[in-house]
């Protein structure tokens, strides 16, 4: 069962004006990591992946809510009108809190819904991809 939007990834090319920007809405800086590596190759579908994964949280929102940047030293990033490269600038992805993120995947893999990605644990969540309409990317997390 879907419980509420839990982030929202957005690439950017330039992180410091991009979280100034979010800052003077009211996020602040949470969890900040290099992410890299055979795992999240894989999990994004971009190959040889290297980017700074910012998690910046909504000072007293409740339930959270995050935006989640991400600027990629490795690939290059450039402009792409496929929605589906998830490489490009823009927007990336939005993320739903799910109270049980196996029975969802049953359930949606039972309705022949495409997934991008294997179930995966990174930063204390549970997490999927999956394609939605338009080839939009759709994530799921169930917090540990």
């Known amino acids: 069962m879907l419980k509420n939007p839990d982030h929202v990834t957005v690439v950017v090319t330039e992180l410091e ?3 100034a920007f979010f800052e003077l809405l009211g996020f602040e ?5 290099v992410i890299s590596g055979d795992v999240f190759d894989e999990y994004m579908g971009v190959d040889d ?3 700074d994964h910012v998690t910046m949280v909504l000072k ?3 339930p959270r809510f ?3 940047l991400l600027h990629y030293r490795r690939p290059t990033v450039t402009s792409d009108p496929d929605i589906r490269n998830l490489a490009r600038p823009g927007y990336n ?3 739903f809190a799910v109270e049980n993120i196996e029975a969802e995947v049953e359930r949606l893999r039972q309705a022949d819904v495409t997934f991008r ?3 995966m644990n990174f930063n204390k969540r549970k997490l999927i991809f999956l394609e939605g309409p338009e080839g939009i ?3 799921f997390a169930e917090s540990d």
């Open 17 to 19: 004006p991009s979280r």
């Open 29 to 33: 800086a949470e969890i900040e990591k």
């Open 49 to 51: 992946v290297e980017a």
């Open 60 to 62: 007293g929102a409740d």
């Open 66 to 68: 995050e935006i989640q």
């Open 93 to 95: 992805h939005l993320c």
């Open 117 to 119: 990605s294997e179930l």
């Open 137 to 139: 990317t759709i994530e």
